[in-house]
């Protein structure tokens, strides 16, 4: 059984920095290619930050280039999302997501196209 389990979300103000972790179990992790994506109320999920199985390519949406950086530890089968310079925009619910590796990660953006999810944890950007 697939699990894939997000920590690390919270409350910071403007400017603050959070790191997310996903730790996953059930699959041969560096046979996937990891993801992080973000829900706002009553919208679809966006792409936010894709790695590819070794950790070596990355891929970002517009937005958040520059501020976060996506990781991989395939030793502990854990992805990371450092996100800095917070705004009040980026507060939504992110998801941790796996798809099979095999694929450009620039071609693998929509939620559709992943086939593991975590739970999600809230980010919260206050003003």
């Known amino acids: 059984q697939v699990q894939l389990v997000e920590s690390g979300g919270g409350l910071v103000h403007t400017g603050g920095s959070l790191r997310l972790s996903c730790a996953a179990s059930?699959?041969?992790?560096?046979?996937?290619?990891m993801a992080w994506f973000r829900q706002f109320p009553g919208k679809e999920r966006e792409f936010v930050a894709a790695?590819?199985?070794?950790?070596?390519?990355?891929h970002y949406r517009d937005s958040t280039k520059g501020r976060f950086t996506i990781s991989r530890d395939n030793a502990k089968n854990t992805v990371y999302l450092q996100m800095n310079s917070l705004k009040p925009e980026d507060t939504a619910v992110h998801y941790c997501?796996?798809?099979?590796?095999?694929?450009?990660?620039?071609?693998?953006?929509?939620?559709?196209?992943?086939?593991?999810w975590g739970q999600g944890t809230q980010v919260t950007v206050s003003s």
């Open positions: 997501a796996a798809q099979v590796a095999g694929w450009r990660i620039e071609t693998v953006t929509q939620a559709t196209e992943y086939k593991y």
């Open positions: 790695t590819d199985w070794s950790g070596s390519r990355t």
């Open positions: 059930g699959l041969t992790f560096n046979n996937y290619i």
